[in-house]
């Protein structure tokens, strides 16, 4: 009563609801327009556009040579398309201005492994909506196989938990693995005995090494570095880090390095950067081969240790493909002594001059000259 006493010294009781009235439109104009303007944005933002990427094999794994057609599906919700653009790993494909297309594409000069396409769709206004699908290449070749005599057979030192074996002017370069114990030896041939060593940090694992203008380059298992070494005296010139998550095997063609990592993998890196040129998967006629280890180059070929395995096997080192599998099943040295170990199968090296190619293990006392020969 006394607020409407006060109130009627100046307004009338209609005046008083009249003025509410006023300043409720006054707050609900703003809010009105607020609203209007958000939900005409809603309806008029544009959408992105999804495509579908669909392949005439529902097989994953394509024989190489074999032909394939992809046909590319776009959905658009609003909006004009202005192109869309297939891409094979960074080749560009097509790029077509229609909503549906198909393009075929043969695998022959594809490499082995996993290829990736992509699609790339836009709009009139700009909105981009993009797709990806893999597809594995795999050899059409069924590998030769292959088995051993053995020629000779040599002292290894049976502490060397062996990661990477060359060859160079008749003398053997060995690096070793595991923490506290990894090195890098040279190795008069054939007493081998060590006519030089230098020993890695503990806190390195070393891996797989090879030889290339004078320079010994060796990996490191999880530390991700690389160690270049004056071949004379292994004093150490350069190291080198990347991004691979382990370093396994080493090997060069004179030119370029190649590495493994564990995976079906292979980079191949220029020896002055350390920088990767390419990469290459590796497959036979059934898939992948991963768990590739200790490498050497070969007469033009790169061969490889199969982790956990007894066989090698040769590579072309432009495609991947694998053309040959040689099995060296019970090469391993049986136990001569009580609490002696031995490892897996690991450790290629060839000589150039005199045509022999060796082998060993880690943690082996013995390392063979062996003849591969077809089965």
Not at 37 to 47: V, Y
Not at 59 to 65: A, D, E, F, M
Not at 199 to 204: G, I, K, N, T, V
Not at 315 to 325: C, E, F, N, R, S
């Amino acid at each position: 009563m006394c607020i409407l006493a006060i109130f009627e010294n100046k307004f009338s009781y209609q005046q008083l609801i009249n003025t509410m009235n006023f300043y409720k439109l006054i707050f609900l104009i703003p809010i009105t327009v607020v609203c209007f303007l958000s939900c005409s944005g809603t309806k008029k933002k544009s959408r992105q556009p999804v495509s579908q990427i669909l392949l005439s094999t529902k097989h994953r794994k394509i024989s190489c040579g074999d032909s394939i057609t992809i046909k590319i599906n776009t959905r658009l919700k609003n909006g004009v398309l202005k192109k869309s653009e297939l891409y094979l790993d960074k080749q560009l494909l097509a790029n077509k201005k229609d909503i549906s297309y198909s393009v075929s594409i043969s695998t022959a000069d594809l490499t082995m492994g996993t290829h990736t396409l992509k699609t790339v769709v836009t709009k009139e206004d700009g909105m981009i909506g993009t797709n990806f699908k893999t597809i594995e290449i795999i050899s059409e070749v069924i590998p030769e196989s292959l088995t051993y005599k053995v020629i000779n057979t040599y002292p290894h030192e049976h502490d060397f938990f062996t990661q990477g074996l060359e060859i160079h002017n008749n003398a053997f370069y060995e690096g070793t693995g595991e923490y506290g114990k990894s090195g890098l030896f040279k190795l008069k041939f054939p007493s081998f005995k060590i006519e030089h060593q230098i020993a890695m940090d503990e806190d390195y694992f070393g891996e797989g090494i090879t030889i290339i203008n004078d320079k010994v380059y060796q990996l490191t298992w999880k530390a991700q570095k690389a160690f270049v070494y004056n071949l004379s005296d292994f004093s150490l010139i350069q190291t080198f880090s990347y991004s691979n998550k382990e370093g396994w095997g080493l090997a060069n063609d004179q030119q370029q390095l190649y590495m493994s990592d564990g995976s079906s993998t292979i980079f191949v890196r220029d020896p002055e950067t350390f920088k990767v040129i390419r990469t290459f998967g590796v497959a036979d006629n059934k898939g992948p081969i991963s768990q590739l280890n200790e490498l050497e180059f070969i007469d033009g070929y790169l061969w490889a240790n199969i982790w956990t395995t007894d066989n090698i096997i040769k590579i072309d080192p432009q495609t991947g493909k694998v053309l040959a599998v040689a099995n060296l099943n019970g090469l391993v040295p049986l136990m001569e002594e009580p609490g002696e170990k031995r490892d897996v199968l690991n450790g290629i090296a060839y000589n150039h001059s005199t045509k022999k190619l060796y082998v060993t293990g880690k943690l082996w006392p013995k390392l063979y000259e062996i003849e591969l020969i077809a089965k």
